[in-house]
């Protein structure tokens, strides 16, 4: 373990830019991709989108609902060995989906025990990454999150292929493969022990300090509500562009051209993050409603160049607030309980991630289109960026952005004294 009075702001942090970039591929460019097995799936079970719906869903949830589990976890025993196991068990999941002869099989294969090992990769590491960076944070989580975007770019097309040639069991057996390589990201994590940690306290001390804390618990519903519906094109777009006669293939690349500009997004906004004077929450709120527009805007867009349209601007308001989203809470509970505090949000909000997809399969199912789905995506977007508002110094002209605002020297209660010298005062 290195040990810092302060983030390094580089050094082996860029190591473990590298080792996020490759794992938000490994797994959120995966889930962002599962919409091309989604319509395998309905002919192969005969079962209706709803259903077939909760399979993504399951996967989303436990990976969140999981998050404080690979928390405490990582505070123990330090993020390398929590992430190398998240990764035997997320290639074990896809490994023994590709034997499976029900939906419940799947539940549990990809959902339950590949969701498992996303949950100890995700959100360790992510920690981690925030710990090495202060006033580059944004910067450094944009550059890490763009593995999500390469990642949709292609293993959209990629999947589509090996269905054509291998069939689902063959191409969820490739993907196994790939899941593995999560194994090697984790070697490359390094923990890091900062001057405040002393101050913060245990675990569990934390998670008590945090669920007092207001800013916390209304950013917490903020992203919960935006977790709702964000995840639904990448879900269900496939589905809807062949509801409108397109053949599979397009229909696939078509989630390619969202991650292209899911890509830039992500830099321009990390960049903007650091660059910009004021709570980075601000930014958050504005891609936010954004994304929610364009959702809602999807049903109004029937001709290919207007689809194409609304995907770039998709892609890019979309892949801009993750960065953002992930800034914000160390603003708000410091560097110091960033594991805990990541790991409760991540729990919280896989409330969202459960019941997105399949509202938006039943919405599909009632209705006989995704008119509906799209709709109600953008109005849990647009709820989520409302309660952004209340957060501290939304409004002021300039805030610190990367101070923790006063849960980091309030509070604990613990009996550990402040230390002279350290994070200073609020």
């Known amino acids: 373990m290195a040990y810092r009075a302060e983030p390094p702001d580089g050094g082996w942090g860029w190591m473990v830019v590298l080792s996020a970039f490759f794992q938000s591929a490994l797994v959120f460019g995966v889930l962002r991709s599962f919409g091309v097995f989604f319509v395998e799936f309905v002919a192969a079970f005969e079962e209706p989108a709803a259903r077939v719906s909760w399979i993504a869903s399951i996967g989303i949830a436990v990976q969140q609902f999981g998050s404080p589990v690979g928390s405490v976890l990582s505070t123990k025993f330090g993020p390398r060995p929590v992430v190398m196991t998240g990764g035997i068990l997320a290639a074990l999941g896809m490994l023994l989906a590709s034997f499976a002869t029900s939906l419940t099989h799947l539940y549990l294969s990809i959902g339950l025990l590949s969701g498992s090992g996303w949950a100890l990769t995700f959100t360790p590491t992510l920690a981690c990454l925030s710990r090495y960076f202060s006033r580059r944070r944004s910067l450094a989580t944009g550059l890490a999150l763009t593995g999500v975007g390469l990642s949709s770019f292609a293993f959209a097309p990629l999947f589509q292929w090996l269905l054509n040639h291998y069939a689902w069991r063959g191409a969820l057996l490739l993907v196994s493969a790939l899941s593995l390589h999560l194994v090697a990201c984790g070697a490359l994590l390094r923990p890091l022990s900062l001057a ?204 610190p952005t990367s101070k923790p605002q006063d849960l980091v020297t309030e509070a604990l209660d613990t009996k550990v004294p402040l230390p002279e010298e350290g994070l200073g005062e609020d």
Request: proline content about 7%.
């Open 196 to 399: 405040e940690d002393p101050v913060v306290g245990g675990p569990g001390a934390q998670i008590t300090s945090l669920l007092c804390h207001g800013p916390f618990l209304r950013y917490t519903i903020a992203i919960t509500l935006i977790n709702t519906g964000y995840f639904i094109p990448y879900v269900h777009l496939v589905a809807h562009l062949r509801d409108l006669g397109w053949d599979p293939l397009p229909a696939a690349f078509l989630l390619s051209v969202a991650a292209i500009s899911d890509l830039v997004g992500r830099v321009a906004s990390g960049w903007l993050g650091d660059a910009v004077p004021g709570p980075v929450a601000r930014l958050l709120m504005l891609w936010t409603t954004l994304t929610g527009v364009i959702l809602a805007l999807y049903p109004v867009a029937e001709v290919p160049t207007g689809l194409v349209a609304l995907t770039v601007a998709y892609g890019f308001t979309s892949g801009a607030l993750t960065p953002v989203a992930f800034s914000v809470l160390p603003e708000l509970v410091g560097t110091g309980k960033i594991y805990c505090g990541l790991g409760l949000v991540q729990m919280v909000e896989s409330i969202g991630g459960l019941l997105g997809a399949p509202l938006s399969g039943y919405l599909r199912d009632v209705t006989g289109n995704y008119t509906a789905s799209f709709v109600v995506a953008g109005a849990f977007l647009l709820a989520g960026s409302g309660v952004l508002i209340t957060l501290p110094h939304f409004f002021c002209v300039s805030a």
